[in-house]
């Protein structure tokens, strides 16, 4: 499958939400245990109309990443180098398409000299963010009744990975 990445654009906002969505439905179970109010807390600023202001917010780098002609993945970071947003389709997982989110954010931040990139991430995504070279950065902290943990990762211009050139080849 060929991934590639590019910035998000507010009519994107729809397929974007719906990505949210069903990534935290789908693949977050074990964060949120399917306890209706954790996911409804969780899932209640997921809408095409905040998915478009965080798109368009001149203090945010949006992104997408797409397999055969569709949105699989969204990936949101601040200015500031803390990654806010990772998620892709249930069915993509384990595909690349989250690491080439990762990718274009890292890519992003040392474009932007960034030394550090930061986030919280649920148990489910822990694994993935270790995989790419995330590291423990502090004690886990519950948002919404949802345990999460904070973790950091070095960043300079020689540590991102050109996202293009790799995804041109097949590679995830």
Request: with cysteine.
């Amino acid at each position: 499958m060929s991934i590639t990445t590019r910035p998000a654009i507010e009519k994107d906002a729809h397929t974007i939400c719906n990505v949210l969505r069903r990534s935290i439905a789908e693949c977050c179970i074990d964060d949120h245990h399917n306890d209706a109010a954790l996911l409804e807390a969780w899932l209640r600023n997921k809408t095409p109309g905040n998915v478009a202001i965080w798109i368009t917010s001149q203090s945010n780098f949006a992104v997408v990443a797409e397999a055969m002609g569709e949105v699989q993945g969204f990936g949101l970071m601040s200015h500031s180098g803390e990654i806010r947003m990772c998620y892709v389709l249930p069915e993509v997982r384990y595909t690349g398409v989250g690491k080439a989110l990762l990718r274009a954010m890292e890519n992003e931040a040392a474009g932007m000299e960034i030394d550090e990139m930061r986030l919280y991430s649920t148990g489910t995504g822990l694994s993935f963010y270790r995989r790419n070279g995330f590291q423990h950065n502090g004690e886990p902290q519950s948002f919404f009744g949802i345990m999460t943990y904070p973790c950091a990762k070095r960043i300079s211009a020689n540590t991102a990975v050109n996202a293009e050139s790799t995804l041109a080849t097949g590679l995830p």
